[in-house]
T-cell receptor
Framework: EAGVAQSPRYKIIEKRQSVAFWCNPI?????LYWYQQILGQGPKLLIQ????????DSQLPKDRFSAERLKGVDSTLKIQPAKLEDSAVYLC???????????FGPGTRLTVL | GESVGLHLPTLSVQEGDNSIINCAYS??????FIWYKQESGKGPQFIID?????DKRQGQRVTVLLNKTVKHLSLQIAATQPGDSAVYFC??????????FGKGTHLIIQP
């Protein structure tokens, strides 16, 4: 079974620029998550989708971050404008349902200069 | 602050020995606990999980122990191999939410 796919794997931008990340979950997984992992720390949940609806976005900095999952499959996470402190690895995970095992993609490493 | 944490940032073990990685959690409402392994440049990889109605669960070379009385979780790796070198995270979940991760323990294998 194919795993969670993410692209790009690496991105370098300057502060105040915009960036978007893409995630394709495991086939059949209704629940999709975006996590932010700052160097040396564990992943922190940003947003959780159930199909195409948002379940939890309480930790998403909504003034600059947005995410969507329009057709309930692929998802995009956008940052506009980026700040230096947004430098991190952005991980996408999916699960069959909200209480099932979460499987992670390889992540996108973002560097903001 | 973190609701899930690990006691040691780095653990060094001899190849072939058993490894024990510990984790403390503070949310009594959590009913699902997971161990992930993260190698450099990769996403977290699922190792083993345990529900709060269990005290112990075994997998291939790994065992997870849950002590709800003291809110403590441990991961035991038998006969540690060089390929086990990674950062290990415990994570907790409750309800239908995302996971809360601790800071991680870096397991170093000495030849």
């Amino acid at each position: 079974e194919a795993g969670v796919a993410q692209s790009p794997r690496y991105k370098i931008i300057e502060k105040r620029q915009s960036v978007a990340f893409w995630c394709n979950p495991i086939s059949g997984h209704a629940t999709l998550y975006w996590y932010q992992q700052i160097l040396g720390q564990g992943p922190k949940l940003l947003i959780q989708f159930q199909n195409n609806g948002v379940v939890d976005d309480s930790q998403l900095p909504k003034d600059r971050f947005s995410a969507e999952r329009l057709k309930g499959v692929d998802s995009t996470l956008k940052i506009q404008p980026a700040k230096l402190e947004d430098s991190a690895v952005y991980l996408c995970a999916s699960s069959f349902g909200p209480r099932d095992t979460q499987y992670f993609g390889p992540g996108t490493r973002l560097t903001v200069l | 602050g973190e609701s899930v944490g690990l006691h040691l940032p780095t653990l060094s073990v001899q190849e072939g020995d058993n490894s024990i990685i510990n984790c403390a959690y503070s949310n009594s409402a959590s009913d699902y606990f997971i161990w992930y392994k993260q190698e450099s440049g990769k996403g977290p990889q699922f190792i083993i999980d345990i529900r709060s109605n269990m005290d112990k669960r075994q997998g291939q070379r790994v065992t997870v122990l849950l002590n709800k009385t003291v809110k403590h979780l441990s991961l035991q790796i038998a006969a540690t191999q060089p390929g086990d070198s990674a950062v290990y995270f415990c994570a907790e979940g409750g309800g239908a939410d995302g996971l809360t991760f601790g800071k991680g323990t870096h397991l170093i294998i000495q030849p």
